[in-house]
């Protein structure tokens, strides 16, 4: 079993839907949780990230972090077909080997005009 | 544009070789990442640089190695290539403020080993 667990889509919705995107975990060591958009063939980019539990909001975007489900989510309000795109969550931990990031495998979003 | 930069952005090469990716980080930022993209391992960690010195190791093969120059541009080595080494490879840097969360990529270096 992976530690990261994302459901890889791909996902279609139409222009102005909310989107969610979610990951699962299983180390309990994470604490870190960030969201990258990656479009194609080019290198990820940091979205947002966020410590603990709790939501956080930038501009379209919301996260939120359920450390006792071991849940985080991504909402995309009003999506747009700019956002089209594959979605990584990423995870770390504040010491050993959890420090570094450790990936989901992608959610791939077309947003439709 | 993240600021960090990768050259080359394609390599096609056979296997057996031995080829070498550079990146750039950004400006001030002394954490150096390697990471390797592949389409059925997704995004995996290989090595972290700090200010010139091996931080923290993944999934790095014995025939894959890494250092991080006084200048913090750091090189990916990779020797006796197979097919399965086929994929894009990515530096991140992040600020010394911030731990391995904030990390930003560059655009990859592409590798093709026929």
């Known amino acids: 079993q992976k530690e990261v667990e994302q459901d890889p889509g791909p996902l279609s919705v139409p222009e102005g839907a909310i989107v969610s995107l979610n990951c699962t975990y299983s180390?309990?060591?994470?604490?870190?949780f960030m969201w990258y958009r990656q479009y194609s063939r080019k290198g990820p980019e940091l979205l947002m990230y966020?410590?603990?539990?709790g939501n956080k909001e930038d501009g379209r975007f919301t996260a939120q972090v359920d450390k006792s489900s071991k849940y985080i989510s991504l909402f995309i309000r009003d999506s747009q077909p700019s956002d089209s795109a594959t979605y990584l969550c990423?995870?770390?931990?504040?010491?050993?080997?959890?420090?570094?990031?450790?990936f989901g495998s992608g959610t791939q979003l077309t947003v439709l005009p | 544009d993240s600021g960090v930069t990768q050259t080359p952005k394609h390599l096609i090469t056979a296997t057996g070789q031995r080829v070498t990716l550079r990146c750039s980080p950004r400006?001030?930022?002394?954490?150096v990442y390697w990471y390797q993209q592949s389409l059925d391992q997704g995004l995996q960690f290989l090595i972290q640089?700090?200010?010139?010195?091996?931080?923290a190791k993944g999934n790095i093969l014995e025939r894959f190695s890494a250092q991080q120059f006084p200048d913090l541009h750091s090189e990916l080595n990779l020797s006796s290539l197979e097919l399965g080494d086929s994929a894009l490879y990515f530096c991140?840097?992040?600020?010394?403020?911030?731990?391995?969360?904030?990390?930003?990529f560059g655009p990859g270096t592409r590798l093709t080993v026929t």
């Open positions: 640089y700090y200010n010139g010195e091996e931080r």
């Open positions: 990423a995870m770390s931990g504040a010491s050993g080997s959890a420090r570094q990031l450790t």
């Open positions: 180390n309990s060591a994470f604490q870190y």
């Open positions: 966020t410590y603990s539990s």
């Open positions: 400006s001030g930022d002394l954490s």
């Open positions: 991140a840097s992040s600020p010394q403020s911030s731990g391995a969360y904030e990390q930003y």
